[in-house]
């Protein structure tokens, strides 16, 4: 065969290949706009069929897979083909797992009946889908025009679609908050929500492929020197050039991070709801009174845990806002109303408060509420983690720029290694002995948070077996 013969066969092959991505983008699109229409209206019959309809995708995605594998084995490939190819195998993967959102939101469509979610989450499920779609076509463009700017842009996009992902969130919560949905359908409608930012990531990915066919492999890096050489050759607009490529890596870790928190948050949902249906269930089938007792007993005590978790997530919402009035007040004030509150669950625990220390008339100017909340948070877990008949200590200090609020228990402990991420939310040393005694694992986020907030900081110091010290310092008038 002539050279020119086997190029233009190769270049058949890959055109071939390029075709299919693009339709299999279109078509994915689509249905994400198909897809969000039925769960607007509640519309099963639709969602059935876009659940069968993921065959297509999948035929593609397989044609697609093959069209690659021969051109690899039966044709010559120069550097930008093999090039093309490598990005067209993962590009591909990632347009048949968008497709398998789809199809995954099809699925909450039925689970989600009866579901009265209000108009900020409609609204925002509709963005969401707007978003995604703009993503998958912008992907497609780039990849299609080979605009290695154009798919850097879709980074940019993302972000606002995380955003609204991460207000759909709160919203949801909200709703629960008041009733308006049930545990099950809070779990299928934050799923959804997080399948459509998963969209978004795959559209992003493909960016990236698209970016490594006209560029080749550029780690960070390189990535940020060349951005800065063009740059200097006035090529791109400072707005958007190596200010944007700099913060990609910290925005990644914040996405990163804001992920981890959805999926920890559906998980630590998951648990208790779970419990609650099969109680419920048994329930149903109970005639013994005394076991009816037992049985709605611990139905209620679930209930409380969903409640607890989502009364923290809500303040720490209301944290990160920064919404807060502030007041003067009197230290003492604030130590006794803390303490007070745990009074009664340090009695029923056999553990003795203590208070030490005389602030005097010394007043800081905080968020009364917030900062109730957390020492009582900080008193109740040195409670919690100590044994009957111990002692926790709550010592005031005024030194020469703060007030420090000390909190000492002779309990269990924290080993080093973990000291920082006790502070981290929903991270527990002993899991088993959060849940038995009723821990959300967010009470330390928020006192970090309310802490923060406040100009001051949280400091810890702990043995495993001698106990923990936990202090919060507060800045003086
Ligand atoms: P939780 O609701 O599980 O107590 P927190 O955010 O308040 O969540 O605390 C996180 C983890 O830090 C706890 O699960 C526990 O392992 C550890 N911890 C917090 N306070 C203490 C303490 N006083 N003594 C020992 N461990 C503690």
């Not at 920064?322 to 669950?345: C, L, N, P, W, Y």
């Amino acid at each position: 065969m002539e050279s020119s013969e086997i190029r233009s066969q190769l270049d058949e092959r890959l055109a071939l290949i390029q075709a299919d991505l693009v339709q299999m983008m279109a078509t994915v699109a689509t249905r994400v706009g198909e897809v969000t229409s039925a769960m607007l209206e509640g519309d099963i019959e639709t969602a059935d069929r876009l659940i069968a309809g993921d065959d297509e995708v999948d035929l593609l995605s397989l044609r697609v897979e093959e069209g690659c594998v021969e051109t690899l084995i039966r044709e010559q490939p120069v550097a930008s083909d093999l090039r093309f190819v490598v990005a067209a195998i993962h590009m591909n993967s990632d347009i048949e797992r968008s497709g398998d959102l789809v199809a995954n939101i099809a699925k909450a469509v039925g689970r989600l009946q009866g579901a009265h979610p209000d108009h900020h989450v409609r609204d925002l499920v509709a963005r969401m889908s707007s978003e995604a779609q703009t993503l998958l076509r912008r992907a497609s463009e780039s990849f299609v025009t080979r605009d290695a700017e154009l798919a850097a842009s879709i980074d940019e996009l993302d972000d606002l679609l995380d955003d609204l992902h991460y207000r759909y969130i709160q919203h949801v919560i909200a709703d629960a908050r008041r009733g308006d949905l049930d545990p099950q359908q809070s779990l299928q409608l934050a799923l959804v929500g997080r399948f459509y930012e998963r969209i978004g990531d795959h559209a992003e990915n493909i960016g990236e492929r698209v970016r490594y066919i006209v560029d080749g492999w550029l780690p960070e890096a390189q990535a940020a020197e060349r951005a800065q050489a063009r740059l200097e050759a006035g090529e791109l607009k400072p707005h958007r050039g190596l200010a944007v490529i700099d913060s990609i890596a910290e925005e990644r870790r914040i996405d990163a991070i804001r992920r981890d928190f959805v999926a920890n948050v559906s998980h630590e949902l998951k648990t208790p709801v779970g419990a609650m249906s099969l109680l419920a269930e048994t329930l149903v089938g109970e005639t013994e009174p005394a076991d009816r007792d037992r049985l709605s007993d611990m139905l209620q005590r679930e209930a409380k845990r969903v409640e607890d978790i989502i009364d923290d997530l809500l303040e720490l919402t209301r944290l990160e806002e920064g919404e807060s009035e502030t007041e003067k007040i009197k230290v003492s004030k604030i130590v006794a109303k803390s303490v007070d509150k745990v009074r009664t669950f340090a009695d029923g625990m056999h553990v003795q408060l203590v208070v030490t220390g005389d602030s005097g008339e010394e007043k800081v100017k905080v968020d009364r509420r917030a900062v109730v909340r957390a020492l009582t948070n900080l008193i109740d877990n040195a409670v919690r983690y100590s044994e009957a008949d111990q002692q926790v200590t709550v010592a005031v200090e005024v030194l020469e720029h703060v007030v420090a609020i000390s909190i000492k228990d002779d309990g269990v402990g924290i080993p080093r290694a973990e000291l920082e991420r006790v502070f981290e939310r929903f991270y527990r040393v002993d899991r088993a002995r959060s849940r038995e005694t009723g821990g959300t694992g967010l009470g330390l986020a928020i006192v970090r948070h309310v802490a923060e907030n406040h100009g001051g900081r949280v400091l810890v110091e702990s043995k495993p077996g001698d106990g923990s010290t936990f202090t919060i310092e507060l800045p003086r008038l």
